[in-house]
């Protein structure tokens, strides 16, 4: 008997579709699986949203557990445009600044030539010498059909010149133009010839053209009426812990530019600090909330509704913020006019705050720093924080628990495809010899009948 190879064509039973049918059910078994894989991966993005806004409510606590901050101070200019910025070792004060002159570079030209890039007669010359305020000279060697631009280039790649070299083209011809590297009078240039191979002096192809010789000088300014000489235009160490830049200043000859620097207290710094830390536990409960959340009206409910782990680091936290420092002037939250509603958020009085960091930074410093002991409240909350963030900490346990489920769940579907792939195999081998079975007793039926038509036809009968 020929062999059949698709259902039901030897039976007529419609055996293929029972299959798929059958294959359909059996593959139902699955979907929980991939449900509870959904449910797992969704937590885990849930607890990473949940270790960003740790990250960032961390970060606000280390602005607010630097001592340096109660002590920061900031440079107020009034007047030209004079700049100013502290350092840590600043001081408050009030300082009347006043500059005559600007810190400026010597600078000398050459006389005119035709052409930048057409060899030059060198005249024998075969090194252009360049001399400084302090008699240093340096000489530079020249190529034989050097022109001006091959001039300008030998000078430039040779990095301890004490100039810069360039080419000015003042509209009837072109001039080698030097600048010196530094505002320090001594080092600026002075002068500029050729020699040749012996050291003697020779004419060269152009000479220095003294009316465009401009000399370096210090910058020269009063503060507090003390005379102050600086080779530079950025001038530290004139005022504690303040620097001054002087390059934007424009001061004609015999006039004299006047400022005033005032060093205060930075309490925009602090201010912005402290709310900082306000607005980022805040956002921490913002995405707490999210995550938690129930509606019943849609049946909808956030990832980590429930979650042991949430309810850990909100109960943490809220035992260090309403737990207080003791030791110093300040010892709760509520005394700096930060105070802990029933919604779990953090409310801040303006005025308080803005008092107090006017007025007594150092009790601010006490309450969140906690001086040398570093104990204060942003130090424990920080404590907790990286508690909770560590390897070993509540979060981290929480998304390797569900990574773990993750690949148990998958473990579990890959056995149970393979499961069902038997079953599915052993219902079609059962079908097909079912399919043959059926054709077998519908062949021997047709072979019955014909012989009993036959007899039936022998006998005389009537069909």
Do not use: C, H, W
């Not at 602005?63 to 901050?69: E, F, Q, T």
């Amino acid at each position: 008997m020929a062999t059949i190879t698709s259902l039901g064509v030897g039976s007529g039973l419609v055996l293929t579709g029972l299959l798929d049918q059958l294959q359909a059910a059996e593959r139902g078994k699955l979907e929980p699986i991939t449900l509870q894989k959904q449910q797992q991966q969704a937590k885990i993005s849930a607890y990473g949203q949940l270790q960003t806004s740790l990250n960032a409510f961390q970060d606000s606590l280390a602005k607010i557990n630097d001592s340096a901050l109660y002590q920061s101070l900031s440079a107020n200019v009034r007047g030209d445009a004079i700049k100013a910025t502290t350092t840590a070792d600043a001081l408050p004060g009030s300082y009347r600044v006043e500059v005559s002159n600007l810190a400026t570079s010597g600078s000398l030209a050459s006389s005119r030539v035709t052409e930048s890039d057409t060899a030059l007669d060198l005249q024998g010359a075969t090194s252009i010498q360049l001399t400084f305020g302090n008699s240093d000279t340096d000489k530079i060697d020249l190529a034989a059909d050097s022109s001006l631009t091959d001039i300008r280039d030998a000078i430039n790649a040779n990095k301890d010149s004490g100039v810069n070299a360039t080419i000015i083209n003042d509209g009837t011809g072109y001039r080698l133009a030097l600048s010196s590297k530094t505002t320090v009078a001594d080092a600026s240039i002075a002068s500029f010839g050729f020699v040749d191979a012996a050291g003697a002096t020779v004419a060269g192809p152009f000479a220095e053209d003294a009316a465009t010789k401009q000399a370096g000088g210090d910058a020269a300014l009063t503060v507090n009426g003390i005379a102050i000489s600086s080779a530079k235009n950025q001038i530290e160490g004139a005022i504690q812990g303040v620097t001054l830049n002087l390059a934007e200043l424009s001061i004609a000859d015999g006039e004299t530019a006047t400022s005033t620097v005032n060093v205060e207290r930075d309490t925009l710094k602090q201010r912005e600090a402290i709310s900082g830390f306000v607005k980022a536990f805040n956002d921490l409960k913002g995405t707490i909330g999210k995550l938690t959340s129930f509606n019943g009206d849609s049946e909808t409910a956030g990832e980590l509704v429930g979650d042991s782990t949430v309810r850990t680091i909100e109960s943490r936290l809220r035992s260090v913020l309403t737990g207080g420092v003791a030791g110093g002037e300040l010892s709760t939250l509520n005394q700096l006019g930060i105070t802990l509603p029933r919604d779990g958020t953090l409310e801040m009085d303006d005025d308080t705050i803005s008092d107090l960091v006017a007025n007594n930074p150092q009790a601010l410093s006490d309450f969140f720093v906690g001086g040398d002991a570093g104990n204060g409240l942003a130090a424990q909350l920080d404590s907790t924080v990286e508690q909770m963030l560590g390897d070993n900490g509540v979060v981290k346990l929480a998304i390797s628990g569900a990574e773990s489920r993750v690949k148990s769940l998958d473990e579990r579907y890959e056995r149970m495809e393979k499961t069902i792939e038997g079953t599915i195999s052993r219902y079609r081998t059962q079908f097909g010899q079912l399919d043959s079975m059926i054709a077998q007793m519908n062949s021997m039926s047709s072979y019955l009948t014909q012989q009993f038509d036959a007899l039936d036809a022998q006998l005389g009968r009537e069909s």
